[in-house]
């Protein structure tokens, strides 16, 4: 896991190429008015999706991890809390791994949280555990775009 905001990346230079590349891409390529769905960067192999979501109380969202394709989760507009775990996912509920790239569980081993705002991301590589969208307090809208790269590109 990695974290930042994509306008000081400055404090991130570990972070590798294809990930700067595809965090630039979305700083000059995605704005107010690109409309939700996937969009396409490099075809299946670099892509981001753009959601326009509802955080929820955190009790009510799931855990997930990857298999193929690491995430960089950006914010867009609004709050988000992440929470995710340093340690192997256990047994998933819902495993959608070979259709989808995703697998659920109800929550992470030692789930701890990280409050994400306009500007900041996280990167989840594969096998890292993660739940998204959860409310800092209330409930509120928030735009992200997540991008998805084959985890192959990364090394």
């Known amino acids: 896991m990695i974290t930042g905001n994509i306008n000081h990346l ?29 969009h396409d960067i490099e075809g299946n192999s670099v892509f981001v999706l753009v959601s326009n979501d509802t955080t929820e109380p ?8 990857h298999a193929k ?3 960089i989760q950006i914010i867009l507009e609004g709050q988000e809390v992440q929470l ?3 340690l192997p996912a256990g047994k998933p509920d819902t495993d959608w791994l070979a259709e989808k790239d995703i697998a659920f569980l109800a929550a992470g ?10 500007g900041d991301f996280i990167v989840y590589f594969p096998g890292e555990v993660h739940k998204p969208l959860c409310a ?19 090394r």
């Not at 955190?58 to 991890?65: G, H, K, L, P, S």
């Open 69 to 71: 394709y690491l995430d």
């Open 84 to 86: 995710f775990s340093s």
């Open 10 to 38: 400055e404090l991130t230079p570990y972070l590798p190429a294809k990930l700067r590349d595809a965090i630039d891409y979305v700083k000059s390529h995605i704005t107010a008015e690109t409309p939700a769905g996937k």
């Open 109 to 118: 081993e030692q789930e701890k949280s990280l409050v994400l705002n306009k």
């Open 136 to 154: 800092a307090g209330q409930p509120a809208a928030v735009r992200k775009a997540v991008v998805k790269i084959d985890a192959a590109l990364a």
């Open 58 to 65: 955190r009790e009510d969202r799931r855990a997930e991890y």
